[in-house]
Nanobody
Framework: QVQLVESGGGLVQAGGSLRLACTAA????????MGWFRQAPGKEREFVAA????????YYTDSVKGRFTTSRDNAKNTAYLQMNNLNLEDTAVYYC??????????????????WGQGTQVTVSS
């Protein structure tokens, strides 16, 4: 069983940066896909980014391309989401999710079995 623990959220001014971390316990993620999602109040959970642990391929939703970067540290079994030039629309609870033997679109949250607890990111003007 994979347990995901998130850290790194907080309050930041528009234009600022935050880095989220998602550490996995219980199993190495060598064959997993790690996804990042967010959910703002009153909105559905939306895809932000994904990284294929083996090979390191990354994918982003259009609204964060050029501002957000996801990466992983094999030794620490941890994925990161570096968020730069944050704006008010980035305010949400951010979740990491992991799935092995991935079939389908990495942007579909229903395909992920393991989820972090979520961390609040609030961007102020």
């Amino acid at each position: 069983q994979v347990q995901l623990v998130e850290s790194g959220g907080g309050l930041v001014q528009a234009g600022g940066s935050l880095r989220l971390a998602c550490t996995a316990a219980g199993r190495t993620l060598s064959s997993y896909v790690m996804g990042w999602f967010r959910q703002a109040p009153g909105k559905e959970r939306e895809f932000v980014a994904a990284i294929y642990w083996s090979g390191g391929g990354t994918y982003y939703t259009d609204s964060v391309k050029g501002r957000f970067t996801t990466s992983r540290d094999n030794a620490k079994n941890t994925a990161y989401l570096q968020m730069n030039n944050l704006n008010l629309e980035d305010t949400a609870v951010y979740y990491c999710a992991a799935q092995s033997v991935f079939r389908g679109s990495y942007s579909n949250p229903t395909l992920y079995s393991h989820w972090g607890q979520g961390t609040q990111v609030t961007v102020s003007s």
